[in-house]
């Protein structure tokens, strides 16, 4: 079992920056690929980043990629994303996911969420 818990959303202006941290316990947490997901108001929830278990492979969805980086600390059991030059619409409420094999991108392969955290970026 891991459980998963996200914290450091916010008010932004646009331009600006946050680092969202996602807190995970159980012991096994290294060997699960981690990922961020985001979902607006009305919208799907979609992918925005993965990293694998190593932190050595990570993976962006096209609008965030070069303003977005996602990062581990498996001493920390605690995974990552510094977010730059916001948008408004980046707004959302942002999720951490775990998944127990390869790098999905589709929220159908993950086994474990946690609660989200909102990110609010003001024009």
């Known amino acids: 079992q891991v459980q998963l818990v996200e914290s450091g959303g916010g008010l932004v202006q646009a331009g600006g920056s946050l680092r969202l941290s996602c807190a995970a316990s159980?012991?096994?947490?290294?060997?699960?690929?981690t990922g961020w997901f985001r979902q607006a108001p009305g919208k799907e929830r979609e992918f925005v980043a993965a990293?694998?278990?190593?932190?050595?492979?990570?993976y962006y969805a096209d609008s965030v990629k070069d303003r977005f980086t996602i990062s581990r600390d498996n001493a920390k059991n605690t995974v990552y994303l510094q977010m730059n030059s916001l948008k408004p619409e980046d707004t959302a409420v942002y999720y951490c996911a775990a998944a127990d094999s390869g790098i999905p991108s589709t929220r159908w392969e993950y086994n474990y969420w946690g609660q989200g955290t909102q990110v609010t970026v003001s024009s």
């Open positions: 990293v694998s278990w190593s932190g050595r492979i990570t």
């Open positions: 159980g012991r096994t947490f290294s060997s699960y690929t």
